[in-house]
């Protein structure tokens, strides 16, 4: 099982014992402060919003560094925060496996596709993919691999929002957590519809500041209790929980051979999925030039190395201050890890801001999210494929803003009806569908001249198709303690990650639709793609002029 | 403002021979200078991360070895990996900026030059 992201899932129906840490009045103070703030930014950010580039790529106009913290602020949602801190305070070592998989993983985006996507693409991900292929089967494709992944991101975050609200606003019932579910949605429906990609990613610069500041006061604290010095950190930590094993790993994967595999398995899909998670790709069209891309993607793997160091003190932190115990016996349990560790130190103050940081960070990647798939359909699908192109972009624009408001009461009522299931289960198909369904195709059609539609095609539809089977048969769905179908065993698939299987499985369906394809593609178009992607040749903004 | 940079020129004719590009001295120098860094770093980081995964699945004992008080070798590699992914980052900026954007800028304004209404958005305004 994956304990991080699993944000309050048990919450809603262990409450009963709740013991109240610090001022709900409070917290919802402070988060209503942040909403406010946020909202007038959105407003002012919105006046320029006029043409389709503005709407979703925000005119191009930001910074690598802006645009670098907004990745930041998209990648660490509150299931990186509290996910992490809880999985190192409870786990030790194998939480810390997780943020090294995250970190990585950026090298991929780095080297092989930020800035050839950046100079090849315009809105979404589909752009790139059916540059030089056949535009309808792989818009298609590429939309539908989109959708979906956005879709279970989502359903997960939306989840997460209701667990973590009843933690820090002790709402425990399961209407109010609807309630705020929906309040959650309505205030990211508002967001995205309003601001657009300009007003999304200052909520995600805001939040990514806020967050990353908090997670290091509370660093700095925890290291100033112990002389500065780490090793006398994990030496407390071991001390408390009376196990010197929470320093190395093997705690939660090293049970058995499955485990071990399954762990394989994850770091696969975390290492792999990342560069081909839509919202993460659509980022980099809001930067002007290639290189603003590549700074981006710097900014981004400093902000987020940094935040994960954070998290490793505070994750022993919490172990040594608090105890594992404890941890698990609050409200949250593994997930509440963070917040008793703020109240520990600084009172219901930190608690309170560093709870409203957590919400809001949910409600910024909720938002990205929302965007990159109301992109996608309006301009891929609707755009694209059922008007071929014979649509104005004020047209395409109107249809993404309903496109927002549709998505939002779809993640509203799958939030409201995956309470109390297991998030973990959906960010894990999130990313493994991702590294399954899109990162062969990116790769092959950047740097395999012989690539084509076939292979495309299938890599895609094999991908996504495998990832989502796989999961049905896992012990996550069926025949476990915790899975979402209890009573029923079909689980014939043993690993609760199919990375293992199905990006391979992508990759060699994208080589195989390749060679049995008699079709060949344009040359031209090939030509085309690769000198636009290495040169940024009409793609940059004619400023060096 | 209203300009599409990233718009792909698609329908505007082959003012280009793309096909031509890609057989030139320099592109060619480009692409070769581009793919000898990125694959040979990208197979090295991921074997590295591989072998430290496998060896945070497999080789717990190994991983607990003391190294320094409580700190053990699985807590360095772990940092290592940090570390590591921060100097890659920093070197490949460098090799980027030293032996890609010169030659990128220098093609991609030869070809602006040749062909501008090719490349450059007439909503844009831009020269």
């Known amino acids: 099982m994956i304990p991080l992201m699993s944000a309050g899932v048990r919450v809603p129906f262990q409450t009963t014992e709740t013991t109240t840490v610090g001022s709900p009045l409070l917290n919802i103070t402070i988060f209503g402060l942040f909403v406010a703030v946020t909202l007038v930014i959105v407003l002012r950010a919105s006046r320029n919003n006029k043409t389709a580039a503005d709407y979703y790529a925000a005119g191009r106009s930001f910074t690598g560094g802006q645009n670098g913290t907004a990745i930041a602020g998209d990648y660490l949602s509150a299931a990186s925060f509290l996910g992490i801190v809880g999985a190192i305070a409870i786990n030790g070592y194998d939480g810390f496996l997780y943020s090294i998989g995250f970190l990585v993983a950026w090298l991929v985006a780095l080297l092989l596709v930020a800035e050839l996507l950046r100079n090849t693409g315009k809105f979404t991900m589909a752009d790139v993919l059916s540059f030089r292929l056949k535009q309808r089967p792989v818009r298609i494709a590429a939309a539908i691999t989109t959708l979906a992944v956005c879709f279970f991101y989502l359903l997960a975050q939306m989840a997460g929002a209701g667990g973590l609200v009843s933690l820090l606003l002790g709402i425990d019932d399961r209407l109010g957590q609807s309630l705020v579910i929906t309040v959650v949605g309505v205030l990211m429906i508002m967001y995205v519809l309003i601001g657009g990609m300009k007003g999304t990613t200052w909520v995600q610069i805001i939040k990514a500041c806020l967050l ?7 660093t700095v604290w925890v290291l100033a209790l ?22 190395s790993p093997g705690l939660q994967y090293g049970l058995s051979a499955i485990t071990r595999l399954d762990f394989l398995s994850l770091a696969l899909a975390l290492v792999l999925g990342t560069a081909a998670l839509p919202h993460v790709l659509m980022r980099f069209y809001t930067v002007p030039t290639a290189k603003e891309a590549r700074r981006s993607v710097v900014w981004a793997i400093w902000l987020i190395g940094a935040f994960y160091l954070f998290t490793l003190v505070l994750g022993y932190g919490a172990s040594a201050l608090i105890g594992s115990e404890r941890i698990l016996g609050a409200p ?64 395409e624009v109107k249809v993404a803003r309903r496109t927002v408001i549709v998505i939002g009461l779809l993640s509203i009522a799958g939030g409201i009806g995956a309470q109390g299931q297991n998030v973990a289960f959906l960010v894990a198909l999130a990313f493994a569908v991702a590294a399954s369904a899109n990162l062969p195709t990116i790769l092959y059609s950047l740097f395999w001249k012989k690539f084509n ?14 990832a989502i089977l796989l999961i049905a048969l896992s012990p996550v769905v069926s025949g476990g303690e915790k899975s979402m179908i209890q009573g029923a065993d079909f689980s014939l698939f043993p690993l609760s990650n199919p990375g293992i299987v199905s990006i391979p499985l992508a990759f060699f369906l994208g080589w195989l639709g390749t060679t049995l394809s008699r079709t060949p593609e344009d040359p031209m178009k090939q030509a085309e793609m690769e000198v636009r992607s290495l040169t940024g040749v009409g793609a940059e903004k004619a400023t060096d002029h | 403002m ?20 890609q057989q030139t001295e320099q592109f060619r120098e480009l692409r070769k200078r581009h793919r000898s860094f990125v694959f040979p770093m990208a197979v090295f980081f991921l074997l590295w991360y591989f072998a430290y995964v496998l060896l945070a699945a497999y080789a717990i004992d190994f991983m607990a070895t003391p190294v320094f008080g409580n700190i053990n070798i699985g807590i360095i590699l772990g940092l290592l990996q940090f ?17 890609l954007d010169p030659i990128a800028a220098n093609l991609r304004h030869e070809l602006e030059e040749a062909a501008p209404e090719a490349f450059i958005d007439p909503s844009g305004g831009k020269k």
């Open chain 2, 83 to 99: 570390v590591s992914t921060f100097a890659i980052t920093m070197w490949y900026v460098s090799y980027a900026n030293r032996r």
């Open chain 1, 453 to 466: 539609t076939q292979g495309a095609v299938w890599s895609m539809y094999g991908g996504l198709g495998s």
């Open chain 1, 332 to 395: 949250g349990g593994v997930n509440s890890a963070a917040p008793l560790l703020a109240y520990e130190l600084g009172g219901s103050i930190l608690l309170g801001l560093i709870s409203a940081v957590a919400f809001a960070t949910i409600l910024a990647v909720v938002a990205g999210l929302t965007i990159t798939a109301a992109a996608s359909f309006a301009h891929d699908i609707y755009a694209s494929v059922i008007r071929k192109g014979r649509v104005n972009p004020d047209g």
């Open chain 1, 212 to 218: 990353i500041s908090g997670a290091f006061i509370m």
């Open chain 1, 226 to 247: 112990h002389n500065f010095n780490f090793s006398t950190l994990l030496g407390a930590a071991i001390e408390t929980s009376g196990n010197a094993a929470i320093t």
């Open chain 2, 2 to 21: 209203g300009s599409h940079p990233g718009e792909p020129a698609a329908g505007s004719g082959p003012a280009v021979d793309f096909t031509e590009v």
